[in-house]
C-alpha cells in the first residue's frame, strides 16, 4: 500500500485450506507484523478459485484485484477476485 509501509502479497499454497492466501505485511516502529487478507479455496469445490498467482492490484479505493491459476464456479479454470477492505 503505497505510504503506508505495507506490503502486499499472494502465496500459492498454504493458508488455512491450503490453496494460497493473500497477505499484508505491516510495518510500524520497525516492527512487522503478518494478517492474511484471505485464504483461498475457502468455498465448495474452490469455486472461490485456488492458487493465486502474479502480483495483486492494489486501487485507490484499498480494494485488491488478481487472478487464480485453477478452481472458479466453471471448472477448474481459475477466477479474477476482489477483496475489499
Given at each position: 500500500?503505497?505510504?503506508?509501509?505495507?506490503?502486499?502479497?499472494?502465496?500459492?499454497?498454504?493458508?488455512?485450506?491450503?490453496?494460497?492466501?493473500?497477505?499484508?505485511?505491516?510495518?510500524?516502529?520497525?516492527?512487522?507484523?503478518?494478517?492474511?487478507?484471505?485464504?483461498?479455496?475457502?468455498?465448495?469445490?474452490?469455486?472461490?478459485?485456488i492458487?493465486?498467482?502474479?502480483?495483486?492490484?492494489l486501487?485507490?479505493?484499498?480494494?485488491?484485484?488478481?487472478a487464480?491459476?485453477?478452481?472458479g464456479?466453471?471448472?477448474?479454470?481459475?477466477?479474477?477476485?476482489?477483496?475489499?477492505?
Amino acid at each position: 500500500m503505497k505510504g503506508s509501509g505495507s506490503l502486499l502479497g499472494l502465496t500459492e499454497g498454504g493458508g488455512s485450506n491450503f490453496g494460497g492466501v493473500a497477505f499484508k505485511l505491516a510495518n510500524k516502529n520497525g516492527a512487522w507484523t503478518e494478517s492474511v487478507l484471505y485464504s483461498f479455496c475457502s468455498k465448495t469445490d474452490c469455486a472461490d478459485g485456488i492458487q493465486p498467482t502474479g502480483e495483486p492490484i492494489l486501487d485507490s479505493s484499498g480494494d485488491l484485484f488478481g487472478a487464480t491459476t485453477g478452481g472458479g464456479v466453471n471448472g477448474d479454470h481459475g477466477t479474477v477476485f476482489e477483496l475489499t477492505p
